[in-house]
């Protein structure tokens, strides 16, 4: 039974909150699995609730009758009368708590399906997500759903809290089966810090205090996790990012541009860059109500004066000329479609954000997630809870980062214009369709995206089969040539269509010129990389053979194609190996000085870190084997009559950029 008198932990409460610092998070998971309860005791056994909250709490208990006899803290968070009578949560609760180590903003999210955007507006501001799963029930769709979503939103650290361990008589064996099935999703996933707490957020167990009856488990109680999580270093100080919200200009010996630093850090005499203008400058200073500062990094509201009087207004974006934004009239992006009324191309609406706002269309919607198995899938529209990437094009150039790299100038809003409904919110994406690169001014004046009229869907359905691209990399002399040949005739007798393309063929044409330094593979990767994305745009498969010694080259060449459409098959060889067999010359010719930058000699050869196909070529190769090894994974029909529709890649999962 819940005790009902004062905490006694209150008088921690009385520590100054300007030392301690602060972390958001947010509850997500399935209805029923408890997450406005376990906020509710959290706060409880954190000494949280004052008596009066308490009696109220209990009052409210008894009269709903949630709980049996006993205190319901999920009646804490839900607010909402409709909440606390359908024992549902239907908007998203903030509660504001602190401990002796830190301060706290809880954002209580909807678990249904229906409020999926109510899901994704609590979590697009918080530093930590805590997934629930019920331990009856294991790890269901909505928890995907809802882990894909943070994975999304950027939310790098996840506590997969699983609660109602008193329901399973506190298992060990449960708890880790729940465990492993879940790190069998999330490796799909953008996480990097994913910690596992069972509890019972009814009984208090692992929730502020550390339970007895698990004593199995010995990484201390959520509350705990909570307070020793390190989010510092998730603020990015790298790049200097200033949106100017402010002219400010009391009199005539006084201009300076006021508002908050969304990211980086800036001191004064610094040279800096206007965008979209291109005008540069120096900060003479910066103020502040608390007086002129040396130096201002993220989150700090500020004015800054320049040495000269350049032209700026509100919506500018200020940073460094070394490190800028991407200034564009197009943008990728993937939406969270939060309306009613479903997606409209070309239709004008404002985008928001926090550089400004600026009119623009939606012109082409490039796929939809099923967000309950990650898969890609072809869509006409986005409706209401909807997630997709989209093209986007804005009537006047914008200044942005990829959300991946910066959530402050990463996300945006849709706007409805005549409404002013919320339409959708918004990550922007790295890779841009017009291989804008945000240099100035110049930039405004590339070439448009032309979109064709032929769907991809028709090509697929003429060719028979779904576009991708197979791509082969390894040291040179490691077999992809001979592979790469061995594979085009393989799946051309299956029926698919498409070419083989070389990065030696590349060097009699688009490549030629270029040499053999990594920058000059690196280009050569890159050239092939646009040639693979307009075949498999033409509904056909590109067999990409290229030494592509950089990992992050290689995941350029992803990025240009498509992650969803490259099977990355790394050919894997010693370069003693590979200098025996080789017949160009060009190892012995490295190895004398005659070609620097040559991968194995003086070179390091980066191996792939995720290729989806590794195969060792070592020894003498067998090159039907080794195509045989390729094309394994994919699906084929009867080889007298193959099925050519099923000529496409066996990826279980598409992974989100």
């Not at 699995?33 to 009696?55: E, F, H, N, W």
């Not at 809870?385 to 150039?397: D, K, Q, T, V």
């Not at 890159?526 to 010694?549: T, Y």
């Not at 004398?592 to 000699?601: E, L, R, S």
Request: net charge negative; glycine share 8%.
């Amino acid at each position: 039974m819940t005790s009902l008198t004062t905490p006694a932990t209150r008088q921690d409460l009385t520590v100054k909150p300007c030392e301690k610092d602060l972390l958001r998070f947010i509850t997500c998971g399935s209805v029923d699995d408890g997450k406005s309860t376990l906020i509710g005791r959290l706060m409880l056994d954190a000494g949280a609730v004052y008596s009066d909250q308490l009696v109220a709490l209990q009052s409210e208990s008894r009269k709903h009758g949630t709980n049996g006899g006993e205190i319901d803290t999920a009646l804490l968070l839900d607010g909402l009368e409709d909440e606390q009578q359908q024992g549902i949560t239907i908007d998203v609760a903030y509660r504001y708590f602190a401990t002796q180590k830190r301060k706290f903003i809880i954002a209580d999210t909807p678990g249904h399906e229906q409020f999926t955007r109510n899901m994704a507006t609590g979590a697009s501001n918080a530093d930590l997500a805590i997934l629930l799963v019920d331990a009856t029930k294991g790890v269901l769709t909505q928890t995907k759903r809802h882990a894909f979503i943070v994975s999304l939103l950027g939310i790098k650290h996840v506590i997969l809290a699983v609660n109602k361990m008193d329901l399973v008589d506190y298992d060990e064996a449960a708890f880790e089966s729940i465990c492993q099935d879940f790190k069998r999703f999330a490796a799909k996933l953008e996480i990097t810090d994913l910690r596992l707490v069972p509890l019972s957020a009814r009984h208090g167990d692992n929730v502020a205090e550390p339970s007895a009856k698990m004593l199995w488990y010995a990484d201390g109680s959520l509350l705990h996790q909570l307070e020793s999580v390190y989010v510092g270093s998730d603020q990015n100080l790298r790049d200097f990012r200033f949106p100017v919200q402010w002219v400010n200009r009391p009199d005539e010996t006084f201009r300076g541009f006021s508002g908050t630093i969304a990211s980086g850090v800036i001191r004064a005499g610094e040279e800096i860059v206007v965008l979209p203008s291109g005008k540069r400058s120096r900060v003479r200073s910066i103020v502040t109500m608390d007086g002129p500062l040396e130096e201002a990094a993220s989150s700090k509201s500020c004015t800054l004066t320049l040495e000269d009087e350049i032209d700026v207004t509100r919506g500018d974006m200020i940073c460094r000329p070394g490190n800028r934004p991407h200034v564009s009239r197009h943008a990728e992006a993937m939406l969270v479609w939060m309306s009613e009324q479903t997606l409209k191309f070309d239709r004008p609406v404002w985008f928001k954000n926090s550089a400004g706002r600026a009119v623009g269309e939606v012109e082409s919607l490039r796929y939809e997630v099923d967000v309950n198995s990650l898969h890609r899938k072809q869509s006409q529209t986005l409706g209401l809870n909807s997630i997709g990437r989209c093209a986007l094009s804005f009537h006047e150039p914008i200044a942005y980062d990829a959300y991946a790299r910066n959530r402050e100038t990463g996300a945006f809003i849709l706007v409805d214009r005549i409404t002013h409904e919320t339409l959708a919110a918004g990550m922007f994406l790295e890779h841009d369709v017009s291989g804008e690169s945000g240099e100035g001014l110049a930039d405004f004046q590339r070439a448009r995206v032309i979109q064709s009229h032929v769907a991809l869907e028709r090509r697929s359905q003429r060719h028979g089969h779904e576009p991708f691209t197979v791509l082969l990399t390894g040291l040179p002399a490691s077999g992809k040539t001979t592979v790469a040949k061995q594979l085009e005739q393989r799946l051309f007798e299956l029926g698919a269509i498409g070419v083989l393309v070389d990065g030696e063929s590349m060097r009699q044409g688009l490549s030629k010129g270029l040499g053999f330094s990594i920058e000059e593979r690196s280009e050569n990767l890159l050239r092939g990389a646009e040639v693979a994305r307009l075949l498999n745009d033409a509904g056909q498969f590109c067999i990409a053979s290229f030494c592509a010694p950089e990992e992050a080259t290689r995941q350029k060449f992803l990025e240009i194609v498509g992650r969803h459409r490259v099977f990355h098959v790394h050919l894997d060889a010693s370069v003693a190996a590979c200098r025996a067999r080789d017949t160009t010359g060009r190892y012995a010719a490295a190895e004398n000085g005659q070609i620097k930058g040559f991968p194995g000699v003086d070179f390091h050869y980066q191996s792939p870190l995720s290729a989806d196909l590794t195969i060792d070529t070592q020894e003498q190769i067998d090159v039907n084997e080794l195509a045989g090894c390729v094309i394994a994974p994919f699906h084929r029909g009867d080889a007298a009559s193959p099925d050519r529709s099923k000529v496409v890649p066996d990826r279980d999962a598409i992974i989100p950029e």
